[in-house]
């Protein structure tokens, strides 16, 4: 059974930092594609970050280009979004999701998400 845990949400002022974690379980994170998402309340859910199954390769969102950075830890089997110069409207849950295949067009597992607040 695939499980995604998300942690490290929480309050922080306009131009702080948080650092989202996502335990998984059941798979391994080096060998499928991650992603992050986020949906802020009466906005769909949206694409923020993901990282590829194999080496580094990284993709953003335009809005947190610059200043969010997905990493894994493959030892921890982890995922992690670095947010920094956080802005109000940053704010929204933030997903962690996981590609059934290298192949997969849609992620198919996700997280039950974490609240990031940022305060003007």
């Known amino acids: 059974q695939v499980q995604l845990v998300e942690s490290g949400g929480g309050l922080v002022q306009a131009g702080g930092s948080l650092r989202l974690s996502c335990a998984v379980s059941?798979?391994?994170?080096?060998?499928?594609?991650m992603g992050w998402f986020r949906q802020a309340p009466g906005k769909e859910r949206e694409f923020v970050a993901s990282?590829?199954?194999?080496?580094?390769?990284?993709d953003y969102v335009g809005s947190v280009k610059g200043r969010f950075t997905i990493s894994r830890d493959n030892a921890k089997n982890t995922v992690y979004l670095q947010m920094n110069s956080l802005k109000p409207e940053d704010t929204a849950v933030y997903y962690c999701?996981?590609?059934?295949?290298?192949?997969?067009?849609?992620?198919?597992?996700w997280g039950q998400g974490t609240q990031v607040t940022v305060s003007s």
């Open positions: 999701a996981s590609k059934k295949s290298v192949s997969s067009s849609t992620y198919d597992f």
């Open positions: 059941g798979r391994t994170v080096s060998m499928y594609p």
């Open positions: 990282i590829r199954w194999s080496g580094s390769f990284t």
